[in-house]
C-alpha cells in the first residue's frame, strides 16, 4: 500500500487550508478509503495530546474526521511560540531542547528526515494521506529551507489544491502570483484553484476564472461560499473580534427576554440569553480552540477579553491556557485585568482557570529552572506553582469531587480531559499552616476550589469539549464532532466541480493500484 496525496497549499495564512483538509479527510473516509492527515510542521500553540506525545490541534481533529487515531506521525514538527523570535520545538510529539535553542533556518536538514520517515510510514499504511501546507509555498525568502509546502509536495508527488480567501480582495493575484513564483517543477503539482470565503453572486466572477486558467493552465475547480459557523475551531487558533452567540440546538424551552438569532437563508429563531463568558485573551494564550464547543452552546455569548471593559457583565469571566503564564500575567496586570477579575470574584461571581489560568490563581509562580519566570499570582486560592523541567503530557480521565456555590454543578461528574503543562501546582505550605487551604475539585493535584465554590482552577484541558461537562453546565446539546466534519464533507461535495476529488485520488500505472 502507498497512499496517494492529496494536498491542500494557502496563498496565505487564514485562507481555510485547516478546515478543507479536514473536509477531505471526512470525504474520502465516507467512500470506505484508510484515510490519515499529515502536516510536516505546525506552528501553534494549540495542541493536543496523542500517542507518542502532543501535535497540533488541527490534525488531531484532521484525524478524528479521517476515522484515525491520532499520532504524533500527523504533525511531526510542532513550533509553540514562547516569544515573538522564540519558540518551544516539539519533535515526534516530544520537547527538542537542541532544536528549540536552534537558529531558524539550520532546523530544515535536522529535522527533515524524521518528516519524511513519518510520512512515508503513514503513506505504507493508508489509500489516501490528506496533507495540509503552512503560510504560503510562494515565500520566496523561505523556499530554501521549505520542510512543509512544496519540498514535501514534491516529495510524494502531491496533487495539491491552492485555496485563496476571496473576501479578503485580489484573490486572482493572490492565485495568479503564487502559482508564478513556483519553479515550473512545483507549478505542475497544482491541480486546482479554490475560492473560499465567497460573498454575493458568483456570475459576476466570470470571465476571471477562465482569464486565470489561461494564464496557468490550471482550472478553478471550487467556489465555497461563506461559512461564519461550521463549528470546528478557526485554523491555527484565530479567533473572532466579536461577540458570538451561540448557535447549537438547544434542549431548553425559551424563556425569559430572547435574543433574534440569525440563520442562513435569512430565518430567525429566538433562544434565550443563558450566560456571558469572557475568555481572557492573552498574548500567548493556548488551546483556544477548547472554547469551540462554548461558541455552539445555544444562548451562550463569548467574549475575548483584552480590557476590563471586555468583562463588564460577564456571569464567568475564564483565565485560558498560555505558553508563557508568567509574562501573560504581566499583561494581564498592565491591561487592569487582575483587578477586573477579582472584582469579579469578590463579588460572588464565577471565575475558572484552566492549565495556565490555574497557575495565575494561586499565590506564587516560582521558577527554579529558567522554564517561565517567577512572579506573584493573583491570590484567588492558597496554591503555589512550582515550573519544573519534565513536561507533563498525557490524557486524564478523572471525575470531579463536590463542589459548593456557582460551580456545583460539576459535582460528581466524569470528565476526559489532557494536560500539557511545566508547572507542578500544590497548597501554599505557610497559607496552609494557617488554616487558608483550596479545596479539592479535581483528584491527584488536578484541580481546586475556594471556600465559596466561585473559583475554580483545573489543569485539565478539554473541561469543555466534554458533552457531559457541557450538559450539567448549561443542560444543553451541542453538535457532535461527527456531525460536524459530516457538514464539512457535504459542504464540499456540494460545491467542488463533479469528478474533481475522485481524480485527485486515482492512480496512473506508475503508482501503485492498491485502493
Known amino acids: 500500500m502507498t497512499a496517494v496525496c492529496v494536498m491542500v497549499l494557502g496563498t496565505t495564512s487564514g485562507a481555510g487550508k485547516s478546515w478543507l483538509t479536514t473536509a477531505l479527510c471526512r470525504h474520502y473516509a465516507r467512500l470506505g478509503l484508510k484515510v490519515a492527515p499529515f502536516k510536516a510542521q505546525n506552528m501553534s500553540n494549540n495542541a493536543r495530546v496523542v500517542a507518542g506525545g502532543e501535535i497540533g490541534s488541527a490534525q488531531y481533529f484532521q484525524a478524528l474526521a479521517a476515522n484515525a487515531e491520532p499520532d504524533v506521525r500527523m504533525n511531526p ?18 520537547v527538542n531542547r537542541e532544536l528549540s535553542d536552534m537558529p531558524w533556518r539550520g ?78 517543477d512545483e507549478r505542475a503539482l497544482i491541480q486546482g484553484f479554490v475560492l473560499n470565503k465567497f460573498r454575493g453572486d458568483a456570475a459576476l466572477l466570470a470571465p476571471g476564472p477562465q482569464m486565470l486558467q489561461d494564464l496557468t493552465g490550471v482550472p ?34 425559551p424563556e425569559g427576554a430572547g435574543f433574534a438569532l440569525g440563520r ?12 456571558s463568558i469572557a475568555v481572557i485573551a492573552y498574548p500567548r494564550i493556548s488551546n483556544l480552540d477548547e472554547f469551540q464547543p462554548l461558541k455552539n452552546v445555544p444562548g451562550v455569548r463569548l467574549v475575548w477579553a483584552r480590557t476590563p471593559a471586555d468583562c463588564a457583565g460577564a456571569d464567568w469571566i ?72 519534565a513536561k507533563t503530557v498525557r490524557r486524564t480521565p478523572t471525575r470531579f469531587a463536590a463542589i459548593p456555590g456557582l460551580w456545583s454543578a460539576l459535582s460528581g461528574v466524569s470528565v476526559h480531559g489532557y494536560e500539557i503543562h511545566h508547572g507542578q501546582t500544590a497548597q501554599h505550605p505557610a497559607m496552609a499552616a494557617a488554616g487558608q487551604v483550596a ?21 485539565l484541558h478539554g473541561l469543555l469539549e466534554d ?48 485502493p
Not at 477579575?341 to 497557575?359: K, P, Y
Not at 475539585?441 to 473559583?455: C, I, K, M, S
Request: with cysteine.
Open 318 to 389: 475564564v483565565l485560558p491556557g498560555s505558553k508563557a503564564t508568567t509574562a501573560d500575567l504581566a499583561w494581564l496586570r498592565t491591561q487592569g485585568l487582575d483587578r477586573a477579575v477579582a472584582e469579579h470574584a469578590a463579588q460572588g461571581r464565577a471565575v475558572l482557570g484552566i492549565c495556565g489560568g490555574l497557575q495565575m490563581l494561586g499565590e506564587a509562580l516560582v521558577d527554579l529552572h529558567g522554564i517561565d519566570g517567577n512572579a506573584p499570582g493573583l491570590g484567588l486560592l492558597p496554591l503555589v506553582t512550582a515550573f519544573e523541567p
Open 107 to 184: 532546523r530544515s536538514e535536522k529535522v527533515w528526515p524524521a518528516i519524511t520517515a513519518a510520512l512515508d510510514a503513514l503513506r505504507a499504511e493508508n489509500d489516501v494521506i490528506v496533507i495540509e501546507g503552512a503560510g504560503s509555498p510562494a515565500e520566496i525568502n523561505l523556499h530554501a529551507s521549505d520542510i512543509v509546502n512544496m519540498r514535501i509536495a514534491r516529495h510524494v508527488q502531491a496533487r495539491c489544491l491552492l485555496v485563496t480567501d476571496i473576501d479578503r480582495g485580489g484573490a486572482f493575484a493572490h492565485l495568479y502570483g503564487t502559482w508564478a513564483l513556483l519553479p515550473p
Open 467 to 514: 458533552p457531559r461537562v457541557l450538559q450539567a453546565l448549561f443542560g444543553a446539546a451541542v453538535p457532535t464532532l461527527d456531525s460536524v466534519f459530516n457538514g464539512l464533507a457535504d459542504f464540499i461535495e456540494q460545491h467542488v466541480e463533479p469528478g474533481v476529488l475522485k481524480a485527485l485520488i486515482q492512480t496512473t500505472s506508475s503508482e501503485s493500484t492498491e
Open 439 to 459: 479545596q479539592t475539585a479535581l483528584p491527584d493535584g488536578l484541580g481546586w476550589h475556594n471556600a465559596a465554590g466561585n473559583v475554580l482552577g483545573v489543569y
Open 77 to 94: 514538527l510542532l513550533l509553540k511560540p514562547e516569544a515573538d523570535t522564540r519558540s518551544q520545538v516539539v519533535l515526534m510529539g516530544a
Open 264 to 275: 442562513p437563508g435569512g430565518k430567525t429563531v429566538t433562544q434565550p440569553l443563558l450566560r
Open 220 to 253: 478553478t475547480v471550487a467556489t465555497l461560499p461563506m461559512w461564519w459557523q461550521h463549528g470546528l475551531p478557526e485554523e491555527d487558533g484565530v479567533f473572532d473580534t466579536t461577540p458570538t452567540l451561540g448557535t447549537g440546538v438547544s434542549s431548553l424551552p
